[in-house]
Nanobody
Framework: VQLQASGGGLVQAGDSLRLSCASS????????VGWFRQAPGKEREFVAG????????SYADSAKGRFTISRERSKYMVYLQMNSLKPEDTAVYSC?????????????????WGRGTLVTVSS
């Protein structure tokens, strides 16, 4: 499974962005998918995850109420809608496919990782 994240950019605080994660090669339709981020000088952290069917999700506390993860299995796409962005959301965002069909929050459960997309939020 090959993954590619896109949709990042430079925005102002309060703006919105939608990140996309596309799979190529073997589809990730039967895998849980997660979004992670890594800010400069910080460890990678879980942001949001979704199960294979798209009917179960999990969010980091920092993302609850502002971010929404969704997927279109027929298009092999997963999205992260980010609203009310804050400067502390600045990071490289990556998507990953889990070994499991369920939602998982630990990076060790994720088997396939895509190249990230940079999100920069100015104050």
């Amino acid at each position: 499974v090959q993954l590619q994240a896109s949709g990042g950019g430079l925005v102002q605080a309060g703006d919105s962005l939608r990140l996309s994660c596309a799979s190529s090669g073997r589809s990730f339709s039967n895998n849980g998918v997660g979004w992670f981020r890594q800010a400069p000088g910080k460890e990678r952290e879980f942001v949001a995850g979704i199960n294979w069917r798209g009917d179960s999700t999990s969010y980091a506390d920092s993302a609850k109420g502002r971010f929404t993860i969704s997927r279109e299995r027929s298009k092999y796409m997963v999205y992260l809608q980010m609203n009310s962005l804050k400067p502390e959301d600045t990071a490289v965002y990556s998507c990953a496919a889990s070994r499991y069909a369920t939602v998982t929050t630990s990076s060790v459960d994720y088997q396939y990782w895509g190249r990230g997309t940079l999100v920069t939020v100015s104050s």
